[in-house]
């Protein structure tokens, strides 16, 4: 049986796939999370996530090795409740089905047209209930960040001014300065495109998980979500 987390970018698969990878190495004999597939909605919008749905429901068709399916996104500004009643909107649509997520990490049956089932849940990347990627990982560094955190009197300047950024757009800044200039070594630096940015960002994760605090409490939950996709079949990375 397979598990298939739905996720908006490749980003965030190297995300997850390292939180997994740092998850798996705490179970020791405990059955390990595993994640056969992960599906990338290339930006998030309703028919996005509709179009990957179906396409999963296509495949319970043709086969029904699907065991479970995850959907992680981000909350952005929006409330809990807001998420999950666009979530279910587009689980509704899909497998016409009248069940719906009352919460994340909460699993619902879903069926195919010929009756195969498999379980979905869903869980909202944020920190401190708001925010996105950038905005966890700016909330779990485990660096000193001298010239990253130097940005909040760069923003106090710049609103005085009379400019704004946005929250989010001052997030991305504060990590791919983080990146480039915090935790990346001389010899990195030669290719800092590549190793020491979020255009890199599969590398980072690959290679320098330890600049993340992986017991920041603000993973807790997301933890207890991908436990929920422990399974005896012998974990892979694709």
Not at 56 to 81: C, F, H, R, T, V
């Amino acid at each position: 049986m397979s598990n298939i987390i739905i996720v908006e970018s490749k980003n965030d698969e190297a995300f997850m796939k390292a939180m997994i990878e740092v998850l798996n190495c705490d179970i020791h004999v405990e059955e390990p999370i595993c994640i056969e597939n992960y599906e990338s909605l290339k930006g998030l919008s309703e028919e996005q996530l509709k179009n990957t749905l179906n396409e999963l429901k296509a495949q319970m068709q043709k086969n029904d090795d699907i065991e479970k399916i995850g959907i992680i996104i981000d909350i952005d500004n929006y409330s809990e409740p807001e998420r999950l009643e666009w979530v279910n909107k587009c689980i509704q649509q899909v497998f016409k089905s009248n069940k719906t997520l009352s919460s994340t990490k909460q699993f619902i049956d879903i069926c195919g047209d010929n009756g195969t089932k498999a379980q979905l849940a869903c869980y909202f990347t944020n920190f401190e209930g708001k925010g996105e990627l950038e905005t966890l990982l700016k909330g779990i560094k485990a660096r000193e960040s001298p010239h990253a955190d130097c940005l909040d009197s760069w923003k106090t300047c710049i609103e005085s001014k009379g400019k704004k950024i946005k929250q989010k757009d001052f997030d991305k800044f504060w990590v791919n300065t983080y990146l480039r200039f915090d935790t990346c070594s001389k010899q990195e630096q030669k290719q800092a495109g590549g190793k020491c940015s979020m255009s890199g960002f599969d590398y980072v994760m690959k290679h320098k998980k330890d600049i993340w605090d992986w017991d920041n409490p603000a993973l807790d939950d997301l933890k207890e979500f991908l436990h929920s996709f422990a399974n005896i079949v012998k974990f892979t990375h694709n």
